[in-house]
């Protein structure tokens, strides 16, 4: 499959072009989500494709749509986005993209946090806690956390950083008993999906989901779900306390831009052959470990 960098749809009207996902109207109350090659590390979207990883993305999602739907419903519309484009247009979408109900999204994301890792590291070096969320003393980096944690964030603009807040911060964005059902969903979401990931070898570590609003004020899972760009996926037989542990996602690429002395401001540099190769083969392994399902 040749990379795809960027979609040019003509049939349809460009909404948006997010880091990873191209976004087009299809007529009033739907959208065609795209998931182009594009890769960003450290909120910069790398001029080099990951060849595959569109698809890889698109089936993931795909997967945990379906296996918890009965937690919530979600914005999937079972339309072919073949069907929706120009036929010159439909190799662009082809194991890529989805059509979706228009929602309207929370301004929040939601993150799920089973292990400390990442910014919730960082943070509990700093002040004992996460997002406000006081935690025991003496915990390593990696460590299981006792309970999994809802630590929501705030939805940044491409290339903005997207900023932790509290619980009470949150409810004064969505209101104190949208934040609270959020949370509840997130966390059951999370516990589903992590009990499945365990019986297949793999810890997920954290993870993000979006939420939107139907006309019914119902609230419905949208956007990615439980991927390699949205959550950190850990080998099980390789975690350790201590260290960052090797995972399913774009760390070969983290790894080789943090041996640069690169500032993490565009224009970003290139990719060499090898780290997109071993960046592509990552994404298909946690797919096929996850799902049984080949790309």
Known sequence: MKPLFETDIASLPLVARGKVRDIYAVGADMLLLVTTDRLSAFDVVMADPIPGKGAVLNMMSAFWFERLAHVVPNHLTGIDPESVVAPAEREQVRGRAIVARRLKPLPIEAVARGYLIGSGWKDYQATGSVCGIALPAGLEQAAQLPTPLFTP??????G????????NTAAQLVGAARAAEVRDVTLRLYAEASAYAASRGIIIADTKFEFGLDDDDHLVLIDEVLTADSSRFWPADSWATGISPPSF????????LESLGWNKRPPPPPLPADVVARTAAKYLEALERLTGRAA
């Open 153 to 158: 964030a705030t939805k940044a603009a491409v």
């Open 160 to 167: 903005d950083h997207d900023e932790n807040i509290d619980f």
């Open 249 to 256: 996602d774009k760390q070969y690429v983290r790894d080789y």
